[in-house]
């Protein structure tokens, strides 16, 4: 097991590894929002799952955690304590060096984080040489190991080739390894597998799952997949619109919001149930960024509105032994 020294600044254990308090991001100057206020909380080890439509602003979400916002982005308002740190108002150097040592990030699409004319031996021994300070031979042991682990066939041999030799499945094993190569506090996984077929995003995720859980690395894993969550996730945050609507349970038992039930009636049986049902999208469309929010953002759309609804937007509550919820029907001030 790799499990580097980096001397990190000491946080209680007790506390989340990563604390973001009312992170909102636009474009446009402020034009157009598209993460309109998060609050939620990682512990260690812990893996969270971040679901909702796209557009709702999960991928911001995880760039501004990082602090790789794109040209055009600006953080408006927010604050993300990472290991009792403020990260927000670190100077642009200081950030890079904590987030390149204790956090990691797998992209949807592995080729965009390999570089095609190194080959997969200098991009994973890199890490160990130059992070690190290994010898050439030591980090090329390391490498080994740590694609073994990722259950690559052949390490050594898989460490003489270009990125492009390999599939798009064994591509995500080399970016997953990378992530998790110096056991970072956190790893944030933007739709890891959606290039990959079922079966072999199943295998993936079971990679990602083992290794974090074998670093105690907290994983937020952003999926369209509400399947893919089963089994991986201990916590589900539901996004609609720039909002967290509702914080469930990792296997989506009793969702309580209209919006997470909407999406759980969408999902199609399993072939293995042996059911057949019509599916049942949610109608209308969500709110577009431009759009100020008057009310519940899910108003236009939600079978079940009150009154109350088109005015007032309800405060992400707590409910006792389940978790939290945004909506009018179970938030009584
Ligand atoms: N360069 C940009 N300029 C203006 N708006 C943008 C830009 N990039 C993203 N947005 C807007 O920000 C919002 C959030 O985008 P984001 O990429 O976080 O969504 P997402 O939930 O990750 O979607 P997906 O599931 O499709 O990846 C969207 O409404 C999107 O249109
Ligand atoms: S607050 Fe109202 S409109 Fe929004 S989800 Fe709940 S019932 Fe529906
Ligand atoms: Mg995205």
Not at 102 to 122: C, K, R, S, Y
Not at 199 to 215: D, F, G, N, P, Y
Not at 250 to 261: A, E, M, Q, V
Not at 273 to 278: F, L, M
Request: proline share 8%; hydrophobic share 40%.
């Amino acid at each position: 097991m790799i499990t580097p020294d980096l001397n990190q600044k000491s946080a209680n254990i007790a506390d989340p590894v990563l604390k973001v308090s009312n992170l909102a991001v636009s474009f446009g100057r402020g034009r157009y929002l598209a993460v309109r206020g998060l609050d939620f909380d990682l512990n260690q080890g812990e893996v969270v799952g971040l679901v909702g439509e796209s557009g709702s602003g999960k991928s911001m979400t995880a760039f501004s955690l990082m602090g790789l916002l794109p040209f055009g982005a600006a953080l408006d308002s927010g604050s993300v304590i990472f290991q009792g740190r403020e990260l927000t108002t670190l100077p642009p150097k200081e950030r890079r060096s904590v987030c390149g040592l204790h956090m990691g990030m797998v992209f949807q699409e592995p080729l965009t984080a390999l570089n095609p004319v190194l080959t997969i031996g200098d991009q994973v021994s890199e890490i160990f040489r130059y992070r690190m300070g290994y010898s050439k031979a030591q980090a090329q042991k390391m490498a080994i190991e740590l694609l073994g682990q990722a259950g690559l066939p052949n390490p050594a041999s898989t460490l003489k080739n270009y990125p492009h030799r390999f599939s798009g499945g064994m591509r995500q094993r080399v970016v997953i390894a990378m992530a998790l190569a110096l056991s970072p506090q956190l790893v944030i996984a933007d739709e890891p597998t959606t290039a990959l077929d079922p079966t072999i995003a199943a295998q993936v995720v079971l990679i990602l799952k083992t290794m974090s859980e074998q670093r105690q690395t907290a994983v937020l894993f952003i999926t369209h997949n509400l399947r893919l969550l089963t089994g991986l996730t201990s916590r589900v945050l539901v996004m609609y619109a720039g909002l967290i609507v509702e914080e469930t349970k990792g296997d989506f038992s009793d969702p309580l919001h209209p919006y997470t039930r909407g999406l759980m009636n969408a999902l199609p049986p399993l072939p293995s149930s042996g059911q057949s049902k019509r599916l049942a999208p949610i109608a209308g469309h969500p709110l577009s960024p431009d759009e100020r929010l008057n009310g519940c953002p899910f108003e236009p759309r939600c079978p079940e509105r009150l009154g109350v609804c088109a005015t007032v937007c309800p405060p992400l509550t707590e409910k006792s032994g389940y978790g939290r919820v945004r909506c009018h029907l179970y938030y009584h001030a």
